[in-house]
């Protein structure tokens, strides 16, 4: 399963704080967090935002601003696992939250 941790989306350039709500699964289960950043960089190394769906961007425009791309560049980067055994909700999502912070470059 996959989800935004945010509960909710921004154009890249923040990254907030993550809801503990959705962590329960994962504790409930006893099963590890798999981390990732996803990143859309321009050919200068700055954020795509024109990649993202967020604020009062509707569906359709984000569709139509997507394929208007000429070739984007999309960046997955993979984080170790997180055991979600001896943690709670609050702890699982600093964790996470750090480790896909720092392959962001975000705070």
Same mark, same amino acid.
Not at 8 to 28: H, N, Y
Not at 54 to 64: E, G, K, M
């Given at each position: 399963?996959?989800?935004?941790?945010?509960?909710?989306?921004?154009?890249?350039?923040?990254?907030?704080?993550?809801?503990?709500?959705?962590?329960?699964?994962?504790?409930?289960?006893?099963?590890?967090?798999?981390?990732?950043?996803?990143?859309?960089?321009?050919? %200068?190394?700055?954020?795509? +935002? @024109?990649?993202?769906? *967020?604020?009062?961007?509707? !569906?359709?425009?984000?569709? =139509?601003?997507?394929?208007?791309?000429?070739?984007?560049?999309?960046?997955? %980067?993979?984080?170790?696992? +997180? @055991?979600?055994?001896? *943690?709670?909700?609050?702890? !699982?999502?600093?964790?996470? =939250?750090?480790?896909?912070?720092?392959?962001?470059?975000?705070?």
């Amino acid at each position: 399963m996959c989800y935004f941790p945010e509960g909710t989306t921004t154009d890249g350039t923040e990254l907030r704080p993550f809801k503990g709500g959705l962590m329960q699964a994962v504790i409930d289960s006893n099963t590890s967090i798999r981390p990732f950043a996803i990143r859309y960089p321009n050919e %200068d190394g700055s954020v795509n +935002i @024109a990649m993202a769906y *967020h604020a009062d961007t509707t !569906l359709w425009q984000s569709l =139509r601003m997507v394929l208007a791309q000429h070739s984007p560049v999309i960046e997955l %980067d993979f984080a170790p696992p +997180i @055991a979600s055994s001896g *943690h709670e909700r609050r702890g !699982l999502c600093l964790m996470a =939250r750090q480790s896909i912070a720092a392959r962001l470059n975000l705070d």
